[in-house]
């Protein structure tokens, strides 16, 4: 029995792919070439004083609170540190230049302060109640006044975990 | 004399492994794609940290300010200004977060400065800020690797 249109030959529909294509590989390149390998960014929360109207704690020298002074050199980098904490008070000097190697000493003796003070062997994820107030310079390059922040706020250890010392940091009014 | 007949049929290649390919390089491209990068300043040279990570949740409104080493502040696309002009931008960002329903208090403002700029000026555009009732700072680094 002949079955009717069995033999009827359907034509092969075909997708043009080569338009898709085009576009796809235009949106590739696209996104290849606006693509940028940046560094991860992060952040130091600071917390400003109060107006200086109102009564601020910089005046009277607290037990809890470290008062750090960051002195520039002629070249704007930082010369020398003064840390005040109760009756105790020491400086840390580096040599201002711009070899951040001259410089590093004063940050270690900052950051050496600050972990006697708070205690290596607390837990590391968590922050001292200690707070931090930090009187900078004016014309002191922004990235010693980091390099301070960094030796108050903690220290990263050779396993990668990072130990918290001091979360609490103040800026002291801009003179 | 007898021809051979040529093999007249096109040979067409399997493209599919290709086109899923392409699609799947074109779907990690634009997951990765950030958008919100237009706010930063490419050319600012931010210090360097080795213990600062990325803050893990987004504030509700953050303020980015630009700071570039000849201390002119740059906000967005805008023109960059001096300390003195930045209070109109502030005023500005702090009435689109209200209609967000984000009060002053509660805005990020996070300061992108370059390492060379005198800190002293990064301090007076904080109290700048903090006249306009904004009091969460956060100075940004780029994260050191070892």
């Given amino acids: 029995m002949k079955i009717r249109g069995y033999d009827k030959k359907y034509d092969e529909i075909k997708l043009q792919m080569t338009p898709m294509i085009d576009i796809v590989f235009q949106l590739l390149v696209f996104f290849i070439m606006t693509y940028k390998v940046t560094a991860m960014e992060g952040d130091y929360n600071i917390i400003m004083p109060a107006a200086a109207s109102e009564p601020t704690m910089t005046e009277e020298i607290l037990d809890d609170v470290i008062q750090v002074k960051l002195t520039a050199g002629d070249d704007r980098y930082l010369a020398s540190i003064q840390v005040t904490l109760g009756a105790r008070e020491e400086t840390f000097a580096g040599v201002s230049s711009p070899d951040k190697a001259a410089r590093q000493p004063a940050f270690d003796g900052l950051h050496n302060f600050v972990l006697g003070v708070v205690g290596g062997n607390k837990d590391p994820a968590t922050a001292s109640e200690i707070e931090a107030e930090i009187e900078i310079d004016y014309d002191l390059r922004y990235e010693d006044a980091i390099s301070a922040i960094e030796a108050v706020s903690g220290y990263k250890r050779d396993d990668g975990q990072i130990v918290k010392l001091i979360e609490k940091i103040k800026f002291r009014n801009p003179g | ?146």
């Fill in chain 2, 1 to 146: 004399m007898r021809f051979k007949r040529k093999d007249t049929r096109i040979l067409e290649a399997d493209l599919t492994p290709m086109i899923d390919m392409t699609f799947q390089l074109i779907a990690f491209f634009m997951l990765i794609i950030n958008f919100s990068e237009v706010e930063k300043s490419e050319e600012l040279q931010l210090p360097l940290s080795e213990i600062v990570k990325p803050p893990e949740s987004p504030p509700p409104y953050k303020i980015t300010l630009n700071v570039d080493a000849d201390g002119l502040i740059k906000f967005k696309t805008l023109e960059a200004v001096k300390l003195e002009a930045v209070r109109p931008v502030l005023l500005s960002e702090i009435g689109v977060a209200s209609r967000f329903g984000v009060a002053a208090g509660k805005i990020s403002v996070i300061i992108r400065a370059d390492k060379n700029v005198r800190t002293g000026l990064v301090q007076e555009l904080m109290e700048a800020c903090k006249k306009e009732q904004l009091e969460q700072f956060s100075l940004r680094v780029n994260e050191q690797l070892r």
